[in-house]
């Protein structure tokens, strides 16, 4: 399984643009990129998935590299209902066998 | 999205004792779901998969007969936690995945249950 590394936290105002990079060094050719939102006491929720260039959703977009072995969430606009901790995760999706194994995470805390 | 529902929400039970927590799959049929536990401040922690019909393949340092899986539908799957211990207090949360048409994969996870051992 292909580790991650992404910022511990990170402090942004609303209206801003937030970007969370996330490193996956040794990401292996059938590997998908997947990020997840927790807020707290809750479970995570799909934010997006990609496998290569950018990727573009009703609230994120996600840029890959022609190397993939980064990738970078983007969230537009941020308001204060988008502080919680976003995780990044990366594993083969196609043969069914993933095991999602998360890291730490970003904390995004969101200021008025 | 598919949904995945938890239940119960919150427990609070007495030590020595066992408890159970349901994870199903709303609107889709789930082959495989995995149960992970998350302390406070701290990231999500595999316990173990969960395969339809099948014995559930657990992380190391997870105690299978401490932590009891059944996965006897594609809808359901339970998670018991025997002979309950304070140390056992943390938030249980399940997944389920579905395998999409199109080959890639989505995961689904549920809301959580928040075990309290007195």
């Known amino acids: 399984l292909a580790k991650t590394t992404q910022p511990i936290s990170m402090d942004s105002y609303e209206g801003q643009e937030v970007n969370i990079t996330c490193s996956h060094n040794n990401i292996a050719t059938n590997d998908y990129i997947t990020w997840y939102q927790q807020f707290p006491s809750q479970g995570p929720r799909f934010i997006i998935q990609?496998?290569?260039t950018k990727v573009t959703n009703e609230v994120a977009s996600l840029f890959i590299p022609a190397d993939r072995k980064s990738s970078t969430l983007s969230l537009p606009r941020v308001s204060l209902s988008d502080t919680a901790v976003y995780y990044c995760l990366v594993g083969d999706m196609k043969t069914g066998g993933f095991k999602t194994i998360f890291g730490a995470g970003t904390r995004l805390f969101v200021k008025a | 999205g598919a949904v995945v529902s938890q239940h119960p929400s919150r427990v609070i039970c007495k030590s020595g004792t066992s408890v159970k927590i349901e994870c199903r799959s709303l609107?889709?049929?789930?082959?495989?779901m995995f149960w992970y536990r998350q302390f406070p401040k701290q990231s999500l922690m595999l316990m173990a998969t969960?395969?339809?019909?099948?014995?559930?393949?657990?992380e190391q340092g997870v105690e299978k007969d401490k932590f009891l899986i059944n996965h006897a539908s594609l809808t359901l799957s339970t998670l018991t936690v025997t002979s309950a211990h304070p140390e056992d207090s943390s938030f249980y949360i399940c997944s389920a995945r579905d395998l999409g048409a199109g080959g890639t994969d989505e995961q689904y996870f549920g809301p959580g249950t928040r075990l309290t051992v007195t």
């Open positions: 609107d889709f049929q789930a082959t495989t």
């Open positions: 969960s395969n339809e019909g099948s014995k559930a393949t657990y």
């Open positions: 990609g496998y290569k």
